[in-house]
Every structure is written in structure tokens, then in C-alpha cells.
């Protein structure tokens, strides 16, 4: 790229996009300037402020570092060599509001497809918006809604909450050989949180495991002491707390603090990102988690990111550009913009390059639900201020620490 491309690389990230204002749409803008004369515009719909702000600024960056790669090697293959633009804009962390902003992107930036909203709240309230005006969205999201309407325009690349739950305990239970008989389950009372606990307790009642704690708490508890006694008072042998940030520090604090030393095993959101381990510091060593991805299945690509942002690739950052990536590939295999012909590739494509191969299994595939069938979780756990991937063993990357924590 010479000096005046930079330049207008430069502006064209700074300049807001005309006509868009409120709820939000303020900070619309595009992340790269036009380098000719027909760009492909793709929304982004991501919480940026608000308490999911982190999630969402992990997975813009995402988002920016393959449409950067993508643009600096020629454009979208098979499609001229178009330039990407990504349209973002800030759902906050309201679901009317992503609803709202969703609407206005559509019918203002001739958006060939959506991508987002990490928060499965969000992504089902901007499905309602994508699916009326016949626009592919691509979101990592767990909800097992999401894929369960019938909608021919949702694609998800993750597993769906439920078997991601499933996962949780599943895989902590063949961690601790199988002698596991009690069990604790605490969840936000959120579209991710209640998907995720069904799973969970699906697998528990499966291997006749008695649940002795299943409590729901609402988004943004400010005292986890009520949970903490209900806890200590049932007895149980390993906790499965499943909670964005804020929770999952207040929730892990509390245990270290009251020298509750049963296994923690988070699920996902919350446990799996650099501000975790940075809030707790050594209470979070040890802390397993599941996951519906993790950056040491592709090292090499997600040093990219490390390099560029100076922080390990979190599991959104890593979803969000298989998502794009893939997008783009239907778009050059559709050889078309049109959202019809892109959703109609992307259902009927297999997609084996790029960062598809970032996700478990090295692929995506999308089955007539719009779900990922090769999608797998996997269980990481805190090891040196790191995600290592410890289960199953055939995505193992390290050993399970077993004395850490």
C-alpha cells in the first residue's frame, strides 16, 4: 500500500458514516477505505460499550485483522478482487438496541450480510431483523434458539449452547476419572446462560449424577455470597458456574477467598479471556473452562493477532474472523454480493481454507438449521496466565494440571 492509500486507509477508519445517529449508530463507521470503486459492505454489530464491551472489542479486532489481510493481498478472491468494508456499529449490551441499530444498517449501507453479536441475547434480537430482510447473518453465539426457528439466513459456527454444556461436564467428568456423583450448576438467567445450563443438566441426570445446586442469578450480581453459602451447604464435588466477566470475577473471588478448593469449571464467556487471569491473578491458575475454540489449535494465525494486539487470541476474536473468513469464500464462490446468492454458498459449501481451520476439526460446514457440524468444544484450562487446551485428548495442546488451584 503506498503513502495516499495509507492515508485514505487512515480517514476512512476515522469517518463516520452519514445519516446514521442514536442508539448506538453514532459510532458507526468503516474500517477501510474504499480502494475501489464498488467495496463489499458488511455489518458489524458488536456491544461496545456496556458490560459486554470487552467481548465485543475482542471480536472487532478480530474481525479487523483478517479484513486488513484480506484487502492487503488483492481483495476477495473470486470476486474481483473487491475490497472489504466492515460497517460496525455499538449494540451496547441491549437487545432493542441491537434490534434497532440492525435495522438501520440494513437500510442505510447496503450491507451484503451480518456479523455478530457475541452476546446470544443480542444475536437473537438482530436474527429477527436479518431473516424479515433476507440477510445472511454469521454470529458465534451459543444459544441453541438461534438455529432451532427454522430461519434460512443464521449461520453459526460455534456448537450450540446445549452441547457445549454437555461438553462442560462430559469432559470434566472423564478429567476426574468419572468418580463424580455431586454437582453444583450456577448460570446467569441469560439466553447463553439458560442454554448452556440445559446441557449441563442433561449431561448430569445422563450419568446419574445428582445435581445438589441449580440456582439462576441475574446478569450483573454485585454479591455472590448467597451462592457461595447454597454452595458450601450442598456438598458438591465440582462447580459449574457459567457467567460473562464481571460474574466470573465476583464468582472465582469469592471461592478462592472463602478456601472453597473444589474444581472450578467455567463455562466459556467469562473464564476464558486475558482480563480474567489479570483480575485474579494466581486465582485463576488451574480454573478449567470449556470452549468452542482456543488460539493454540492455530498458533501460527493467531500470533497474528498476539503480534498486532499484544494479547492472546480469545475465542471470539478467533470465531468472528472464521466467520468473515468464511463469508468472503461464499462470497467468491457465489461470485456475487447479492445476500441471497451469498446464504445460498454458504449452505451448500464446505469450507476447508483460512481461518476455517482455526475452528475444532480444521472446518465448517453449515447443516439446513444453519449450524456448524464440525464444530466440537474443547476444555482449556489456566496454566501460567495461558489457555491450554487439555481435553479431548485428540486437541490436547498441554497436560491437565491436576494440583494447580
Not at 94 to 117: F, K
Not at 310 to 333: C, N, R, S, W
Not at 335 to 359: D, N, Q, V, Y
Not at 363 to 368: A, E, G, L, N, T
Amino acid at each position: 500500500m503506498n503513502k495516499h492509500d495509507d492515508a485514505l486507509a487512515r480517514a476512512g477508519r476515522r469517518t463516520a458514516l452519514k445519516g446514521l445517529s442514536a442508539i448506538g449508530l453514532s459510532g458507526l463507521a468503516p474500517t477501510l477505505a474504499l480502494a475501489q470503486s464498488k467495496p463489499v459492505n458488511i455489518g458489524v454489530i458488536l456491544p461496545l460499550s456496556g458490560a459486554n464491551a470487552q467481548f465485543g472489542i475482542n471480536s472487532r479486532q478480530g474481525l479487523e485483522l483478517v479484513a486488513d489481510e484480506i484487502n492487503a493481498a488483492g481483495g476477495i478472491k473470486g470476486f474481483g478482487g473487491a475490497k472489504v468494508n466492515l460497517v460496525i456499529a455499538d449494540s451496547t449490551s441491549t437487545p432493542t438496541t441491537a434490534a434497532t441499530v440492525a435495522q438501520r444498517m440494513i437500510a442505510e449501507n447496503d450491507c451484503c450480510a451480518i456479523l455478530g453479536a457475541f452476546a446470544s441475547s443480542l444475536t437473537l434480537a438482530i436474527s429477527e431483523v436479518t431473516e424479515r430482510r433476507g440477510v445472511p447473518l454469521l454470529t458465534m453465539s451459543y444459544s441453541d434458539q438461534l438455529t432451532a426457528r427454522g430461519f434460512k439466513n443464521i449461520f453459526q459456527v460455534t456448537s450450540k449452547g446445549s452441547v457445549i454444556g454437555k461438553a462442560q461436564f462430559d469432559y470434566a467428568a472423564q478429567l476426574a476419572g468419572g468418580k463424580v456423583s455431586r454437582v453444583a450448576i450456577m448460570y446467569e438467567d441469560t439466553a447463553f446462560g439458560t442454554s448452556t445450563a440445559a446441557g449441563l443438566r442433561a449431561a448430569a441426570k445422563a450419568a446419574n449424577v445428582q445435581i445438589v445446586m441449580d440456582e439462576a442469578y441475574p446478569l450483573g450480581i454485585t454479591d455472590a455470597t448467597p451462592l457461595i453459602n447454597k454452595l458450601k451447604a450442598s456438598k458438591a464435588e465440582i462447580i459449574f458456574p457459567v457467567s460473562y466477566l464481571n460474574d466470573s470475577l465476583l464468582i472465582v473471588r469469592a471461592l478462592r477467598q472463602q478456601k472453597v478448593t473444589l474444581p472450578i469449571v467455567g463455562g466459556s464467556a467469562g473464564y476464558v479471556i486475558p482480563d480474567f487471569a489479570q483480575a485474579l491473578g494466581s486465582y485463576a491458575e488451574g480454573v478449567l473452562s470449556i470452549c468452542s475454540a482456543n488460539y493454540d489449535l492455530a498458533p501460527e494465525m493467531a500470533e497474528r493477532y498476539r503480534k498486532r494486539f499484544k494479547a492472546f487470541m480469545v475465542h471470539e476474536a478467533v470465531e468472528h474472523a472464521v466467520a468473515l473468513d468464511v463469508l468472503l469464500q461464499a462470497i467468491g464462490t457465489a461470485k456475487s454480493a447479492a445476500p441471497a446468492e451469498i446464504a445460498k454458498a454458504l449452505r451448500a459449501g464446505t469450507f476447508t481454507e483460512g481461518w476455517a481451520k482455526a475452528m475444532t476439526n480444521g472446518k465448517v460446514q453449515f447443516d439446513q438449521t444453519g449450524l456448524n457440524i464440525h464444530a466440537e468444544p474443547v476444555m482449556v484450562q489456566w496454566q501460567k496466565n495461558e489457555l491450554v487446551t487439555v481435553w479431548p485428548k485428540k486437541f490436547a495442546k498441554g497436560a491437565f494440571n491436576r494440583k494447580a488451584g
